[in-house]
């Protein structure tokens, strides 16, 4: 089965924490966190249109400038959500520049600001000077992006301030049979995209022409097979408390991949508290008790540097337990 998602971690685990998702059947992508981004190419970045920040630690928010740069001239709006006070971070960046000559640039910012049950929001356009404007408040239900076969949700947890947790999820994947498209003499193309969309909006009524010949929805649709759409979660910077752990279990589970900090060794499980991180071991459980289809250990602290394998190891141990 062709997956929906390609991610890939942009830094290495010693290095600023994030993720790079390309939406392959969209042809854009999305992006968690925003640590430095100088390996990503401007292509890279000018597919992504949502953003997603689990705080603004300088290393989880520096590369915003890189990306803004790059992004200056992109037509397609660019969408950024964080914890509360997000706004206000976005503007003390945006002010922080002089502006007097991109008028007749097209960037339109939107960025929403996750509050406990708000979303508040507020837009910022190059045409005036990235002066803030305000947008009506919305409920927040976990959700945070939602369109016709995914969506991402939020978590709100504890690093002495509010810190987003991330999950990606497909809500089913559909493959075409191609045996069976070759019994039926049906030949690969657009058309394909057109049933697959029709399929997820249940528009039964479609006509498709292929060949220049029609087909009716129920004459083309056990072409398509249904399955387990995929399922990214993305945790860092976090205390290994319990509740912090529920909130976690939950979103992640299912997950196919969970990308999660392991930026403590167990044996410093106390300054992993003082500090408000995870810990390897905590990490390695919260995966086995979400269910999740792999570990990805990243965020590492420097103290590490001369045997990362420890942190990978007491992870992948207690993920692989039997309990």
Same mark, same amino acid.
């Given at each position: 089965?062709?997956?929906?998602?390609?991610?890939?971690?942009?830094?290495?685990?010693?290095?600023?924490?994030?993720?790079?998702?390309?939406?392959?059947?969209?042809?854009?992508?999305?992006?968690?966190?925003?640590?430095?981004?100088?390996?990503?190419?401007?292509?890279?970045?000018?597919?992504?249109?949502?953003?997603?920040?689990?705080?603004?630690?300088?290393?989880?928010?520096?590369?915003?400038?890189?990306?803004?740069?790059?992004?200056?001239?992109?037509?397609?709006?660019?969408?950024?959500?964080?914890?509360?006070?997000?706004?206000?971070?976005?503007?003390?960046?945006?002010?922080?520049?002089?502006?007097?000559?991109?008028?007749?640039?097209?960037?339109?910012?939107?960025?929403?600001?996750?509050?406990?049950?708000?979303?508040?929001?507020?837009?910022?356009?190059?045409?005036?000077?990235?002066?803030?404007?305000?947008?009506?408040?919305?409920?927040?239900?976990?959700?945070?992006?939602?369109?016709?076969?995914?969506?991402?949700?939020?978590?709100?947890?504890?690093?002495? $301030?509010?810190? @987003? &947790?991330?999950?990606?999820?497909?809500? =089913?994947?559909?493959?075409?049979?191609? +045996? %069976?498209?070759?019994?039926?003499?049906?030949?690969?193309?657009?058309?394909?995209?057109?049933?697959?969309?029709?399929?997820?909006?249940?528009?039964?009524?479609?006509?498709?022409?292929?060949?220049?010949?029609?087909?009716?929805?129920?004459?083309?649709?056990?072409?398509?097979?249904?399955?387990?759409?995929?399922?990214?979660?993305?945790?860092?910077?976090?205390?290994?408390?319990?509740?912090?752990?529920?909130? $976690?279990?939950? @979103? &992640?589970?299912?997950?196919?991949?969970? =990308?999660?900090?392991?930026?403590?060794? +167990? %044996?410093?499980?106390?300054?992993?508290?003082?500090?408000?991180?995870?810990?390897?071991?905590?990490?390695?459980?919260?995966?086995?008790?979400?269910?999740?289809?792999?570990?990805?250990?990243?965020?590492?602290?420097?103290?590490?540097?001369?045997?990362?394998?420890?942190?990978?190891?007491?992870?992948?141990?207690?993920?692989?337990?039997?309990?």
């Amino acid at each position: 089965m062709k997956p929906s998602f390609h991610s890939r971690l942009i830094n290495k685990p010693f290095e600023d924490p994030g993720l790079y998702v390309r939406v392959l059947r969209e042809g854009c992508a999305l992006m968690f966190d925003l640590g430095f981004t100088t390996n990503l190419s401007a292509r890279d970045i000018l597919k992504t249109n949502d953003i997603f920040v689990s705080h603004t630690h300088v290393d989880h928010f520096i590369g915003f400038d890189n990306v803004l740069r790059i992004c200056l001239k992109k037509e397609n709006p660019l969408r950024l959500y964080g914890p509360k006070g997000f706004i206000d971070c976005i503007e003390g960046k945006l002010r922080s520049y002089t502006w007097n000559l991109i008028g007749d640039y097209p960037l339109v910012i939107y960025i929403s600001e996750i509050d406990n049950n708000s979303i508040k929001r507020a837009a910022f356009k190059a045409k005036n000077s990235f002066k803030r404007e305000n947008m009506e408040t919305l409920p927040y239900n976990a959700v945070l992006l939602e369109n016709s076969f995914s969506k991402v949700s939020a978590a709100i947890l504890d690093h002495q $301030i509010p810190c @987003l &947790a991330f999950s990606l999820e497909e809500d =089913y994947h559909i493959n075409i049979d191609k +045996d %069976k498209l070759n019994r039926m003499d049906l030949p690969v193309g657009p058309w394909l995209g057109e049933l697959k969309a029709a399929i997820r909006e249940n528009i039964t009524d479609r006509l498709f022409t292929v060949n220049g010949k029609a087909f009716t929805f129920i004459e083309l649709k056990n072409i398509a097979n249904i399955a387990r759409g995929q399922k990214i979660t993305y945790v860092v910077d976090v205390l290994g408390s319990d509740e912090n752990i529920k909130k $976690i279990i939950q @979103l &992640a589970k299912g997950s196919d991949v969970l =990308y999660i900090e392991t930026y403590f060794s +167990d %044996k410093d499980k106390d300054r992993a508290r003082d500090r408000y991180h995870l810990t390897s071991k905590e990490a390695g459980m919260i995966a086995r008790e979400a269910g999740v289809g792999r570990l990805e250990a990243i965020h590492f602290s420097p103290r590490y540097t001369d045997e990362p394998e420890e942190l990978i190891r007491e992870a992948e141990e207690e993920f692989k337990k039997l309990v």
